[in-house]
Every structure is written in C-alpha cells, then in structure tokens.
C-alpha cells in the first residue's frame, strides 16, 4: 500500500505527537508521507480533500464532516490552553468587535471562539499566526488572536492580554476547549481509519515514554526555539485527552459544533462524528 498523505503543524504538540509515527517506529502502523504546514493552510488543504490525514481546527472540521471523520487519539483539547486575545494598549473584551483584529486563519477555532464570544465582530484582518504579534506591535492593526506558542511569549512584544478565549469557553460551558483534532477522509475506510488511529495513539504514548527520542525533531521544526517554551508548549497540549478525548472531551467538541451550527457560523451534520472506536 502506498503512503497514506499525513499533514500537520510543526508546533511541539503535533511534531512531539507525530514523530514516531513519522519516523517508522511504530510496529504495524500504516507509512505515511508528512507534510507541516500552519493550520489555516492545513484546513484549506483539507477542505480540497488533498490529505488523506490531517490536523484541523474544530472550526474547520465543522465544514468537512461529509468527507472526513475525526480518529478519537491525537487532539488538542483541555483546560487553560484557549487562544488569547492581546493588543497593545487596554481594550475592553465588550469593545473588541468595533477594533481592527488579526486573525490566524478564516476557519480558525479562535475565530470561532471569538465570533461565538461575540456575533457583532466584524471582518478580520488574516495573517499566518507567526506575524501577528508583529503586527499588533507595528500598529498594523488594534489587536490579535494568538494561538500556538504566541500564548507564551507575547510579554516579550510588550503586548497586554485583553481577553482569552478557552477562560471565556470554560466559564461559559463548563467543558474543556476543544481547539484541533486529527482528521481522515471517511473513504479509507472503517479498518485503515482503525489503524491510523492505533498508531497514532501508539505514537503518543511512545513520546511521552521517551521524550528523548522525539526532541530532535521538534526542534527542527519549532518557531520558538527556547527548550523551555517547546516543553511548556507540550506540557499544556499533549495531556489525557491526546491519547483519547474521553466522554468529557466528546461533549465539549459536540458542544462547540453545535453552538457555531446554531449560530450560524458552521453547517449541521447528521453523520457520526467518529467512524472507528
């Protein structure tokens, strides 16, 4: 069987959940060819059924569930890890939808968040995630939704939190923040979707048993390269529920999908939301 197209970011949580898999060191996992791209990139290729293995935003997954399932191993999602809202000067999070905010990426959970915290926000300024902090600091726009390792070191930029969206998400549901998942296209089928699955649980569990093993290549691929930001990146996105979302984590991400449903932000679906158990 030929290589099944695997994409996903070169943030420390995906590279450190990936790597062996990637690498081949997993006995019995399907061989895949990896592509890193930044998320809003990842779910547009997603949305062109160009990967047969991705991760997505839940924003996104909400426009692709004809095409594609999400595998139950692999996900972020938890407590204390949401998409900041930070700017330059004090703003009020009730002022935010009259500000010029950039935005890491149309189909974005932080747009999601930000649009559900807010339906009167307005047009958002998109750029990839890397420059917005930059961009905030250059006056190219009032303020910024931050994800990834942004979350850790805005101070550096001088830059202020206004607002952070998990908090928000948490105070108003009470479940964790469902922020990207794994996704496969449903036409591989029940028992390869199964495999990939397995594999990619294996896959974190194997990171987690020889951290060692994998730092090489999140280094490689990280933007932030001080060790200690990369390990707190880990610590906070790879927890229980990347090896598998549990009850808890379902809710949440059913939660979430049917409130950008009702608000009108994402489609409705009938079909199951996983294919393989």
């Given at each position: ?8 970011s070169?943030c420390?949580?995906?590279t ?9 060191l997993i ?11 930044d ?7 997603a949305?062109?059924?160009k990967?047969?293995v991705?991760k997505?935003?839940?924003h996104a997954l ?5 095409t ?6 692999g996900?972020?999602?938890g407590?204390?890890c ?10 009020e999070p ?9 935005a ?18 307005g047009?958002l300024v998109l ?9 905030i ?7 910024g939704l ?5 979350r850790f070191t ?8 206004v607002?952070?969206?998990?908090h928000?998400w948490?105070e108003?549901?009470g479940h964790?923040?469902?922020l990207?998942?794994?996704?496969a296209r ?9 495999a990939?699955?397995r594999?990619?649980?294996?896959s ?6 020889y951290?060692e093993?994998?730092?090489d ?7 932030e390269l ?6 707190a990146?880990i610590?906070?996105y790879v ?9 808890s ?12 449903a009702?608000?009108?932000v994402?489609?409705?679906s009938?079909l199951?939301l996983?294919?393989?158990?």
């Amino acid at each position: 069987m030929s290589a099944l197209s695997l994409g996903f970011s070169p943030c420390p949580n995906d590279t450190f959940a990936f790597a062996a898999l990637v690498r081949g060191l997993i006995p019995g996992a399907p061989t895949f060819a990896e592509r890193l791209e930044d998320i809003e990139t990842l779910n547009h290729l997603a949305m062109n059924e160009k990967l047969d293995v991705a991760k997505v935003s839940f924003h996104a997954l909400a426009h692709l569930r004809n095409t594609y399932c999400l595998l139950h191993a692999g996900g972020a999602l938890g407590r204390g890890c949401g998409p900041l809202v930070v700017a330059r000067e004090e703003v009020e999070p009730a002022d935010l939808h009259a500000r010029k905010i950039a935005a890491p990426g149309k189909l974005t959970t932080a747009v999601l968040l930000l649009r559900l915290f807010d339906p009167r926000m307005g047009e958002l300024v998109l750029m990839p995630f890397h420059r917005i902090m930059d961009a905030i600091r250059a006056g190219e726009v009032d303020a910024g939704l931050i994800i990834h390792e942004s979350r850790f070191t805005y101070p550096h930029y001088g830059l202020k939190q206004v607002m952070d969206l998990g908090h928000w998400w948490e105070e108003e549901t009470g479940h964790p923040i469902p922020l990207g998942g794994i996704v496969a296209r449903r036409a591989l089928g029940a028992e390869l979707i199964g495999a990939v699955n397995r594999g990619l649980r294996a896959s974190v569990e194997y990171a987690r048993a020889y951290p060692e093993r994998v730092m090489d290549y999140v280094a490689a691929h990280a933007q932030e390269l001080d060790p200690q930001v990369m390990q707190a990146h880990i610590d906070l996105y790879v927890n229980e529920h990347t090896l598998d979302y549990g009850p808890s984590g379902e809710v949440a991400i059913a939660d979430l999908l049917a409130r950008a449903a009702w608000a009108g932000v994402a489609p409705q679906s009938e079909l199951p939301l996983f294919a393989t158990a």
